[in-house]
């Protein structure tokens, strides 16, 4: 399929969330109401159908950017999502599984928002998800994105933010360790990778839906930074070449955890807003750690100062 038609495709889906009919290849065969108020259609079984289509490329930085959407996996981060009241869009379930407790649930919330369900082979789940072995199910939500201006110093709640993350799963598990450790949100700078990629929100394991997530450039930063230390908040570095150990600094007022690139670290002109600038002590042959690594330390440290 044509980029363009791709594209057509997802204009269709989106156009009228209740005109199902306004979709061709969508077959509602007997069409059965349930004790949700949302249709259960006939299962899918097509690869050429529209929506398996749409959802599929998702998979894509450039399709989720012009729907919005992204797609999450499995039946207990999905509930989790719509438990913190995210809006459900699609549901794509393994057919005939629509009585079970937890999939019940998922149609409730997909109902509230106007969803669709569809039901499908586990086939069908394979090619969305591309994985051998698929979750259960799928859904797909809508993005969410804080701005900058609404990033205020929080004293019980850290920041991190993250110059040029380049590597899904460790953004991922960096909103994992973020969310863990009480973290409010993350701010990436510059060219990062997508939080919302399959990737990034699988190894987010649904933490993605409980951090906030804010996108801005290097000169942004810089000015928003002026702010947050007018406002006495603290900018904590974290880099190879700083002179004070981790355990050694000072983790008092609102705080914001900046970390660098995977490959090139943080660049002098980010090293400079910084209030202080630690780095964690490398007592091996290895000459730094994982980034995500470095972040989840720091910010059990900053929790373990906060008791
Ligand atoms: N070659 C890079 C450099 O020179 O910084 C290594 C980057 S490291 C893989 C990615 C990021 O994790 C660093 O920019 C820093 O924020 C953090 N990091 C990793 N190990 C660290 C350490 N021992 N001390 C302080 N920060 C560290």
């Not at 090293?271 to 780095?279: A, E, G, S, V, W």
Request: charged share 20%; net charge neutral.
């Amino acid at each position: 399929m044509t980029v363009s038609g791709l594209w057509c495709c997802a204009v269709c889906i989106f156009a009228d969330a209740q005109a199902m009919v306004s979709l061709p290849q969508f077959c509602y065969i007997a069409l059965m109401k349930n004790n949700h108020h949302v249709t259960i259609p006939a299962p899918i079984t097509s690869t050429a159908n529209a929506e398996v289509k749409f959802l599929r490329a998702l998979h894509e930085r450039k399709y989720r950017r012009q729907s919005g959407w992204f797609l999450a996996e499995g039946t207990r981060i999905c509930n989790e999502a719509v438990a913190l009241g995210w809006d459900m869009h699609r549901l794509a379930f393994l057919a005939g599984r629509d009585n079970e407790t937890h999939v019940r649930k998922l149609l409730d919330a997909l109902d509230r928002a106007d969803g669709r369900a569809l039901p499908m082979s586990e086939k069908l789940l394979q090619r969305i998800s591309r994985k051998d072995n698929p979750q259960m199910l799928l859904g797909a939500f809508r993005q969410k994105w804080t701005d900058l201006d609404a990033v205020t110093p929080d004293l019980s709640r850290p920041w991190v933010a993250l110059d040029r993350v380049r590597d899904p799963g460790n953004l991922g598990t960096i909103m994992r360790s973020a969310d863990a450790a009480g973290a409010k949100g993350i701010i990436l700078i510059d060219d990062c990778t997508d939080p919302y990629s399959v990737e990034a929100v699988r190894a987010s394991m649904g933490a993605i839906f409980n951090v906030e997530i804010v996108q801005c450039n290097q000169s942004d930063f810089v000015a928003f930074t002026q702010q947050w230390t007018n406002q006495n908040g603290q900018i904590i570095g974290t880099a190879l070449p700083a002179s004070v150990d981790y355990r050694d600094a000072d983790y008092s007022g609102a705080l914001m955890i900046l970390m660098g690139n995977e490959q090139a670290g943080l660049p002098p002109s980010l090293m400079q807003l910084c209030t202080q600038l630690i780095r964690l002590p490398m007592l091996g042959r290895s000459d730094s750690l994982n980034l995500a690594v470095a972040t989840g330390v720091t910010l059990y440290e900053v929790l373990r100062n906060r008791r």
